[in-house]
């Protein structure tokens, strides 16, 4: 699907309970999805509702115009004695409300779930948010306070600065900064963004803590040639596996949950990707990137020759979790 088809939808579910309403909105909040949100708030009021709760767990990203809508509604609801409170938002939307004075106005501290009652009696019986590949996302995974998201294309290039930001700063002030140049990864990025089946995954808090992408390799994909092609038979040599998800970066945030966040992102990445078993490659000499993968349960299979480029790089390969003993 096209990015401009991406960018258009926005899902709006809403469950009343007496004087209350909790609006789950799932998409991105843009010039073209303002005009429905707009028309959604404006309907709570009109039907008497004095607490609006707005969940934006499936939110990919609000702009400008899309934070005007919400603001505006919250002062109709003052004027008439009621609330309107967002729920769970996306590190691009906490930066946009700090960035324009608004966090105070339209968030709950400390931008926390859905208070428990509100979710309980609004919930209960309330529809999920519909998912699928459309949007290229999924319904997020919240465990101790971080989220992990799956981006389309379109929503990946957004995001694609802080990312390498965040890759900038996992290495910052350490010998594997050599092998992490910024314009190197979002070249990377820019490459692998364009693969069939590509994927990216970001976890959250209020900010951005890790990410994963990559693309799977197989027979029975399209395209098996030179790199895809050598790196195919070179993997089924050392495992018998002729398809695999090459992981072109997983990155953590360097603090005290790195291992856990690294952990699951690319073990959810391995399973989006419907692949048994993850590969990348990495440089000889990045030995705190060797290090930082093999903390994360990578297995280093050593250098292997005959691959395009200079040099032979080291090829690691992360077996999904629940497989066999033997196969690990």
Do not use: Y
């Amino acid at each position: 699907m096209s990015p401009a088809v991406e960018a258009t939808r926005l899902d709006i579910h809403r469950r009343n309970r007496g004087e209350r309403t909790l609006v789950t909105l799932a998409g991105d909040i843009g010039p073209a999805t303002t005009p429905l949100l707009r028309a959604a708030l404006e309907q709570c009021l009109l039907d008497g509702v004095t607490a609006i709760d707005i969940d934006l767990a499936t939110v990919g990203s609000c702009d400008a115009r899309g934070l005007d809508v919400l603001l505006s509604a919250s002062r109709r609801a003052g004027r008439v004695h009621a609330s309107l409170m967002l729920h769970h938002p996306c590190a691009q939307i906490t930066r946009l409300l700090a960035a324009t004075g608004s966090t105070s106005l339209l968030l709950t501290a400390p931008a926390g779930p859905v208070p428990p009652a509100v979710r309980r009696d609004l919930t209960s019986t309330a529809p999920r948010a519909p998912t699928g590949s459309a949007r290229g996302s999924v319904q997020p995974v919240l465990k101790d306070g971080i989220r992990l998201r799956r981006l389309s294309r379109w929503q990946a290039e957004g995001v694609r600065e802080d990312i390498a930001d965040l890759a900038a700063e996992s290495v910052a002030g350490t010998p594997g900064e050599a092998h992490q140049d910024r314009g190197d990864f979002l070249r990377r990025l820019a490459v692998s963004v364009h693969r069939p089946g590509f994927a990216l995954l970001v976890a959250e808090t209020t900010v951005l803590v890790g990410c994963a992408f990559g693309f799977p390799v197989g027979p029975d994909l399209s395209g098996r040639r030179g790199l895809d092609a050598t790196l195919q038979e070179s993997i089924q040599r050392l495992t018998s596996r002729a398809r695999f998800a090459v992981l072109t970066q997983v990155v953590a945030h360097p603090h005290a949950q790195h291992l856990d966040i690294a952990r699951r992102l690319q073990q959810r990445l391995l399973r989006d990707l419907r692949c048994r078993l993850g590969v990348t490659l990495l440089h000889p000499a990045d030995l705190v990137g060797q290090s930082a993968f093999s903390s994360w349960g990578w297995q280093n299979m050593g250098e292997v020759v005959g691959l395009p480029g200079p040099g032979a790089p080291c090829v690691l390969i992360l077996p999904r979790e629940g497989l066999s003993p033997a196969f690990r």
